[in-house]
Antibody, heavy 119, light 107 residues
Framework: EVQLVESGGGLVQPGGSLRLSCAAS????????MNWVRQAPGKGLEWVSY????????YYADSVKGRFTISRDNAKNSLYLQMNSLRAEDTAVYYC????????????WGQGTLVTVSS | DIQMTQSPSSLSASVGDRVTITCRAS??????LAWYQQKPGKVPKLLIY???TLQSGVPSRFSGSGSGTDFTLTISSLQPEDVATYYC?????????FGPGTKVDIK
């Protein structure tokens, strides 16, 4: 069974940093591209970042470029999001989502971890 | 960047009604369009990909159509368990933008 479990969320002050993790199981993690998607309270879905299976291709949304860094450790079946210079508008539930190999759809999502940026 | 819009932003329909949601891309995206269902407090669930392919396990009352810039999601007979917000998403190239969502509830 495919499982994605996010962790690392919490309360952080504006300007602070946080590192999110997504632990993957039930599939060959090293073969799949991954994404981070976030959802602010009461708002819609916002794609944040993408990383290819080998980490050779990385994309960011303009809203986080220069502040967030996506990475992965295929040996540990883990995906990460390093978030620096956090702002109030970064407050959201952060989901990791797998990209299927053939169809490129976001087929499996984790349960999400809440990040709150507030003083 | 390509922008995604959805209409309506919300709708209310009766059980058994046919419901149609429209998604429009500001530029052509071929058929790289997915639809997700998100129930209150839950994780988004993939319903349809490649504009019209039903994800495994999704009820057949859901269908999708379109190509290029205009797409539709249809629920042929609305059920109480379909109360949710529905999002379209382009995935032909980054950024993998989502539409603003359409909230569906029961009249």
């Amino acid at each position: 069974e495919v499982q994605l479990v996010e962790s690392g969320g919490g309360l952080v002050q504006p300007g602070g940093s946080l590192r999110l993790s997504c632990a993957a199981s039930g599939f060959t993690f090293s073969s799949y591209s991954m994404n981070w998607v976030r959802q602010a309270p009461g708002k819609g879905l916002e794609w944040v970042s993408y990383i290819s299976s080998s980490s050779s291709t990385i994309y960011y949304a303009d809203s986080v470029k220069g502040r967030f860094t996506i990475s992965r450790d295929n040996a540990k079946n883990s995906l990460y999001l390093q978030m620096n210079s956090l702002r109030a508008e970064d407050t959201a539930v952060y989901y990791c989502a797998r990209v299927s190999i053939a169809a490129r759809k976001f087929d499996y999502w984790g349960q999400g971890t809440l990040v709150t940026v507030s003083s | 960047d390509i922008q995604m819009t959805q209409s309506p932003s919300s709708l209310s329909a009766s059980v058994g009604d046919r419901v149609t949601i429209t998604c429009r891309a500001s530029q052509g995206i071929s058929n790289y369009l997915a639809w997700y269902q998100q129930k209150p407090g839950k994780v988004p669930k993939l319903l349809i990909y490649a504009a019209s392919t039903l994800q495994s396990g999704v009820p057949s009352r859901f269908s999708g159509s379109g190509s290029g810039t205009d797409f539709t999601l249809t629920i042929s007979s609305l059920q109480p368990e379909d109360v949710a917000t529905y999002y379209c998403q382009k995935y032909n190239s980054a950024p993998f933008t989502f539409g603003p969502g359409t909230k569906v509830d029961i009249k």
